[in-house]
């Protein structure tokens, strides 16, 4: 990726300076990268990464994704969907990365600063559509693995409205997703007899967003089982619900750069035809 360092004054509107780069897109066309502060939470700033078409500007209302990382609530960073935000902006769609607060990993403490943090982050960004030259009714989540989980999470949980700006996703993009906390599943050391508050599998409701599933069959925190039962409740409750398996796949697999970048190109590709057929490419 070729990278020129440019300074971008009061870029979307409600910045006074950010720093930009021009980066190579996935078919070598240019796009824009930088950052913007959505909070400062104990003395730290949390940032939202973002990628936008070359093309963009702020009165467009362009399809959106905003991605949260994996890292099991205690590790990861949000470059983790760089790559997928280069091929997608490509295509049009402007892309964030959401930054948040990690548990430390010897506590036995929920993801409660987690889901604070992309809740706020989510609420931020469908506040400045305007700005960002996006559709607020077209925003999805993505994520993987403990990123999967707090993406389901905006998408199932009871929406929490701050300042009359919605949480929830219009869509959801799940990569190996740790969205089913019961006993005996990923994450009940940590969420214990608060299923209900933090499971995404537990609060699937008729006014939660489609959404698109990958996994491997060989993953060792998520069995298949668990993500046709999560799928099956969907449909049950009317929703549409895509799951794509890879057999022989561990956890992970979906990642760029990960073998011959061929489960990568799936599942994008993928992403993107299921964005494609809800009607969120505007060319």
């Not at 929490?160 to 005996?184: E, I, T």
Request: proline letters at 5%; hydrophobic letters at 35%.
């Amino acid at each position: 990726m070729i990278r020129t360092i440019a300074v971008v004054v009061c870029l979307f509107g409600f910045a006074p300076t950010l720093l930009a780069d021009q980066a190579s897109g996935g078919d070598g066309s240019s796009v824009t990268e930088g950052s913007v502060i959505y909070k400062t939470v104990e003395g730290r700033d949390l940032r939202i990464d973002f990628t936008r078409p070359a093309d963009w500007t702020a009165d467009d209302q362009r399809s959106a994704v905003v991605f949260i990382h994996g890292g099991g609530w205690t590790g990861g960073k949000p470059g983790q969907f760089s790559q997928h935000s280069l091929e997608l902006a490509d295509r049009g769609v402007v892309c964030f990365r959401v930054e948040y607060r990690l548990l430390d990993k010897k506590s036995k403490l929920p993801p409660i600063t987690c889901t604070e943090d992309v809740s706020d982050a989510f609420r931020y960004i469908r506040g400045h559509a305007s700005e960002l030259g996006i559709d607020p009714n077209r925003i999805a989540a993505g994520g993987g693995s403990a990123g999967g989980h707090l993406a389901s999470f905006l998408g199932m949980m009871d929406d929490v409205v701050v300042d009359g700006v919605s949480r929830k996703p219009n869509a959801l993009l799940l990569f190996n997703p740790v969205y089913d906390n019961r006993p005996g599943q990923w994450g009940d050391a940590r969420v214990g007899d608060r299923v209900k508050e933090f499971s995404p599998s537990e609060n699937i409701t008729k006014d939660d967003p489609p959404a698109i599933v990958f996994l491997g069959t060989e993953d060792k925190l998520i069995p298949v089982a668990t993500a046709k039962r999560f799928r099956d409740k969907m449909t049950d409750a009317g929703l549409r619900s895509e799951l794509y398996l890879y057999e022989g796949e561990g956890h992970g697999f979906f990642n760029a750069g990960k073998g011959d970048n061929s489960a990568y190109r799936s599942t994008t590709g993928r992403s993107i035809g299921f964005l494609k057929s809800l009607g969120w490419f505007d060319n």
